[in-house]
């Protein structure tokens, strides 16, 4: 008998129909003999129906009353769910966010839990009782209800799971878990049975929509192991989990792409110490998000400084970057905003060398022009021509053989 | 500089255009240098929404949950309406009936207030906030959502007016005021500008919809000053106050007509001690509501025993009824459900006798037959034909001169 957290999303319990589908999938879990605790978000659609209304009455809505606005979408969800489980005679009862002691920060709309009492779901347990929780909600120290911002059902879970020590935490979602590459873009994409959290959290912050960064970081620290599956299809899913001796033999785990970034280029900068610096304090003090820095090798005293933010930032980064430049009088600043990162990831790439420069050779081939290259730990990152993105997955899919599972043999 | 109350039910704040409405209510009270408390309840239809939800997903919903389901409603406007205040520069914040310290007993969809601590609602009084509350729902002692039944919003705002001692609670609705008759049925009905508790009780029990007789009974405990009101059009509504001295010069405050009953007759009963307590006894036992009884004069020592139950329950009733008939050798049991009750309402008859004659001979007057009479202290009532319900209302309110105020100089 394990203890199991299971979470549903929106679109898992978006109807009277996928709310049935989910209380099957829950009593058999508890049929199994599991004891479980089921975290559920509102129905999908609702959230942005509040919104609306929210937007109909002002223009910019107090923080603190779009956070007890957006809180009601749980309570529905949750009590819809209990009471379709107790009439099946499964005893269940909805719990929100303040009843199971999530407590949060005082920032409202995108709450941080500062800890979790879970004692109602732990007596509710120990009576033989699977709490349905309200994801994405809590209580700040004034008793105010806050909410967890995007994902925040996922951190609700992860934080229930931690806090109640549960063998495994479950994220059911509208896909079947992580996959070698994006589907839709590299047909042969496998689905991955295994992934440690560091690989997770590279492919979270690449733009894999699967799992929230934050859900991944919170579970990675405190060792929960965490799983994605399908609530729509049965079948196998992605645990992510600690990395062990077994996930280092393979080299790479995945591909990903990234159209998110624009890169900004300072032309003719002075070669001298503090030069980078000035620049990047100046962006860093707009709270804006560089992501990969390159300096070219300096020739005749000046070099060029290029850096990538997210596009969304452009405008303001070039205000900025604008003024920096004519301060330390560097030659102008290019801005080229059709580029993708393409980036490699894998534990593997701990203990095996040669795997950026397969990667260069692999992009090379195909005719690709690598503009920027960052490396981390478990982590080649390249930046291409935006036109070359799907080419590049696909061919470093290939290269790398992702399609097979290195973990059966053949 | 007075401390209001002032309650808002479903209709009143149904859409983003009802919201702003009485948004400009509450800003108009608050300019007017007055202290207020709003309560709001959740837009209309919303409870209807969610208890359809409930049906598609279940048969017989858990009470438990019920509530939970139930409570995400007012969040909706309680948020809604501090978020449009805060945008017009007038600080409002919004409190659930659990922030405010709505403690109830454990009657799940029908709980009672057990006390009202409005901790946060004085705090927020005195740093110039207005409080928006949640109506109809509080906590129990787990600190479990509960909700107060039909009419809890009002019992809610009277509650909050009671702990506070403010100097009125106003409940804002789609009439204006409470009628001398139902003016659909008496078109010349006169709306009442004051009205005493106990004649607002009878008019309640009566089926006049405008206050439920719970919020009414909550008033006149804790002598809160209550006044009925329209929030779609401006004007003076109806206060409902204690008992004063001039109250008194007012023979009759109203007439109201109830179709919500029936008759029983237990026929050719044995005419000795401890009959009525063994009918009346065994009719009690299964918690049906008898209203009038009547027992003829006997003749022969046999006698009829009449009554009266609200039509929901005439079957169950019935059943009983014929069961006791049988163990006390009565003749027959007989029917009737196409009866009304008509009743007149007034403090004034205390003082002054010759009302009920006075009914008796209108009614007698069109013909009308009086089956069965019943009086208490301030008030009067026949059971006629179904058919006779208008023509006995208009007659009554002619008699009486209702149309005519009896409190200003004609």
């Known amino acids: 008998m394990a203890l199991l957290i299971q979470k549903f999303g929106g679109t898992s319990v978006g109807s009277v129909e996928r ?20 975290v ?17 009455v002002c223009d910019v809505p107090d923080e603190r009353e779009l956070d007890m606005l957006l809180s009601s979408g749980e309570r529905v ?4 769910m209990a009471m379709t489980l107790r009439e099946r005679g499964i005893l269940a009862q909805s719990f929100t966010g303040r009843q199971v002691g999530i407590v949060t920060n005082n920032s409202h709309t995108k709450a941080r839990i500062s800890r979790v ?42 934080a229930l799971a931690a806090a109640l020590k549960a063998d495994r935490c479950v994220i059911y979602t509208d896909v079947d878990g992580v996959y070698t590459a994006d589907p839709n873009v590299v047909p042969n994409a496998r689905r991955l049975s295994v992934l440690s959290y560091e690989e997770m959290l590279e492919l979270a912050s690449l733009g894999a929509k699967v799992l929230q960064a934050r859900s991944v ?11 994605v599956k399908s609530s729509f299809i049965e079948g196998q899913g992605t645990l992510v989990t600690q990395e062990h001796a077994d996930m280092e033999k393979v080299l790479v785990s995945g591909v990903a792409g990234d159209l998110n970034q624009a890169k900004l280029t300072v032309v003719g ?34 070099t060029d400084i290029s850096f990538t933010v997210p596009r969304a930032e452009l405008t303001q980064a070039l205000t900025i970057v604008k003024k920096v430049a004519a301060m330390i009088n560097a030659r102008e600043v290019e801005v080229k905003e059709d580029i993708a990162k393409v980036s490699l990831v894998g534990v593997g790439m701990r203990s095996h060398s040669g795997i950026a420069a397969r990667m260069f050779q692999a992009l090379s081939r195909e005719g690709i022009n690598i503009m920027m290259i960052s490396t981390s ?34």
């Open 377 to 410: 730990e478990i982590k080649v990152s390249c930046v291409v021509e935006e036109k070359y993105l799907e080419l590049s997955l696909r061919s470093l899919h290939n290269e790398f053989e992702l399609d097979k599972d290195p973990t059966t043999p053949q």
């Open 40 to 56: 559920l978000s509102a129905m999908s659609g609702e959230t942005d129906r509040l919104l609306r209304l929210a937007r109909e």
């Open 217 to 227: 970081e919170f579970a990675a620290r405190h060792h929960v192991p965490l799983e």
């Open 19 to 38: 709310i049935h589908a989910v209380a099957d999938l829950i009593e058999r879990t508890a049929r199994d003999g599991h004891q479980l605790v089921v």
């Open 269 to 302: 900068v002075p070669d001298s110490p503090g030069i980078a610096a000035q620049v990047f304090g100046a962006v860093a003090a707009e709270g804006l998000n560089v992501d990969m820095i390159i300096q070219n090798i300096s020739q005749d005293a000046l």
């Open 117 to 158: 009492a879970a004692d109602r779901v732990k007596v509710a347990l120990s009576d033989g009782v699977i709490p349905i929780v309200a994801g994405f909600q809590g209580i700040n120290e004034s008793s105010d209800v806050t909410t967890l911002g995007r994902g925040g059902s996922d951190l609700t879970a992860v």
């Open 77 to 80: 969800t949750i009590s819809l």
